[in-house]
């Protein structure tokens, strides 16, 4: 089955840090671009970071610039994203998702992993 | 960046209404659209990509159309499992972007 499973989620205080990761499984996690999104509690989605099937190049939303990295072991198919100078605003459910390309869809979603950054 | 308005915000239908929803983009993103369901606490289903080729497995009573800065997302006869938000996003750019969302609400 194909799978993505977020973890790393939690309670963080403004300031700081925290990384997820992201389980692939029942697929070849090298093919895939692999991406965060993030949804805000009762908002819509916002694309977070893309990282393509090598890591060779990667891609920010410019409000986490500077402050969030991503990465990725091919040999562990795992996904991260390491989350820095946390503030208010990141917090939100955040996603992993593949696409073929950075021209395709995401046609595999996880079930999210909730960050809340809070005093 | 792009930016990706969708309207109407909300909509109430019945069961078997013709719901449209649609899309625009600040500036043409040729056919590179996709669209998402998304139900409460869940993860988001691709539904469409290329603004109108239909994802594997999702009922063909769901079409998409349009290209350039308009697009339509449309359910010929909703059904209760289609009580959901959608979501369009463009990917023509490395600095992707989804629009507000449509919830779609029994009417």
């Known amino acids: 089955e194909v799978q993505l499973v977020e973890s790393g989620g939690g309670l963080v205080q403004p300031g700081g840090s925290l990384r997820l990761s992201c389980a692939a499984s029942g697929f070849t996690f090298s093919d895939y671009w692999m991406t965060w999104v993030r949804q805000a509690p009762g908002k819509g989605l916002e694309w977070v970071a893309n990282i393509k099937h090598d890591g060779s190049d990667e891609y920010f939303v410019d409000s986490v610039k500077g402050r969030f990295s991503i990465s990725r072991d091919n040999a562990l198919t795992s996904l991260y994203l390491q989350m820095s100078s946390l503030r208010g605003e990141d917090t939100a459910v955040y996603y992993c998702?593949?696409?073929?390309?950075?021209?395709?869809?995401?046609?595999?979603w996880g079930q999210g992993t909730m960050v809340t950054v809070s005093s | 960046d792009i930016q990706m308005t969708q309207s109407p915000s909300t909509l109430s239908a019945s069961v078997g209404d013709r719901v449209t929803i649609t899309c625009r983009a600040s500036?043409?993103?040729?056919?590179?659209l996709a669209w998402y369901q998304q139900k409460p606490g869940k993860a988001p289903k691709l539904l469409m990509y290329k603004a109108s080729s239909l994802e594997s497995g999702v009922p063909s009573r769901f079409s998409g159309s349009g290209s350039g800065t308009e697009f339509t997302l449309t359910i010929s006869s909703l059904q209760p499992d289609d009580f959901a938000t959608y979501y369009c996003?463009?990917?023509?750019?490395?600095?992707?972007?989804f629009g507000g969302g449509t919830k779609v609400e029994i009417k």
């Open positions: 996003q463009q990917y023509i750019s490395y600095s992707l972007t």
């Open positions: 500036q043409s993103i040729s056919s590179w």
């Open positions: 998702a593949r696409s073929l390309g950075w021209r395709d869809a995401f046609d595999i």
